[in-house]
């Protein structure tokens, strides 16, 4: 059964990068990977999407090495609003694995 | 705004009694899904629908129930609700569902078990 793990906690001060990383070693072919934010009492919400190498939109970059078996979030300049959690989540046929989940602090 | 709606945001009810959580969306999208979110944890999908086929994750308890009525609207029925849960239901779309598909959340009802 595929398993994704993340570090349960990152801190940070604002104005810094920040990269989170997601272990899924067992990642299978069709899998794609999408990372999600979390604030507290409200449903997750999508931040970035890709397959392998590099995807980069206008808040978030997402690096897939070449074997595919983790995959890391990188914020650019973080701030106070970035605080929340942070998930990865495999997406494959028949098959939706969220990730352990990363509570991200940033600090002013 | 085209979005996710739960209500209530907050649900009481006592342990055995059947309670029923409800979703609707303005995003005219195919499949609709519902999670259950424990306190830390991830969210832990129980089942979805694409348009009219329902699909069951299988350890999803029996005690959960589903019905989705028309496009817009989904619930989720808990016949004999335990304290184990209490718990935030989260529902969620996507236009298709295929890979590659962005999942929208509504804001989530929490559910107290007394």
Not at chain 1, 13 to 35: L, M
Not at chain 1, 46 to 55: A, H, L, S, W
Not at chain 2, 38 to 61: G, I, M, V, W
Request: hydrophobic share 30%; aromatic share 12%.
């Amino acid at each position: 059964l595929a398993k994704t793990t993340q570090p349960i906690s990152m801190d940070s001060y604002e104005g810094q990068e920040v990269n989170i990383t997601c272990s899924h070693n067992n990642i299978a072919t069709n899998d794609y990977i999408t990372w999600y934010q979390q604030f507290p009492s409200q449903g997750p919400r999508f931040i970035i999407q890709g397959y392998k190498t590099k995807v980069t939109n206008e808040v978030a970059s997402l690096f897939i090495p070449a074997d595919r078996k983790s995959s890391t979030l990188s914020l650019p300049r973080v701030s106070l609003s970035d605080t929340a959690v942070y998930y990865c989540l495999l997406e494959g046929t028949d098959k939706l694995i969220f990730g352990t989940g990363t509570r991200l602090q940033v600090f002013p | 705004d085209a979005m996710v709606i739960q209500n209530p945001r907050y649900q009481v009810t006592q342990f055995g009694k059947p309670v029923t959580l409800s979703c609707s969306q303005t995003l005219n999208h195919n499949v609709m899904y519902w999670y259950q979110q424990k306190s830390s944890q991830a969210p832990k999908l129980l089942f979805h629908y694409y348009d009219k086929d329902f699909n069951n994750e299988a350890d999803t308890p029996d005690n959960f129930q589903s019905r989705r009525p028309n496009t817009s609207f989904c619930f989720l029925d808990i016949r004999s609700p335990g304290l184990g849960d209490a718990a935030m239901y989260l529902c969620a779309t996507s236009r298709d569902e295929g890979l590659r598909e962005t999942q929208y959340f509504g804001p989530g009802t929490r559910l107290l078990v007394l």
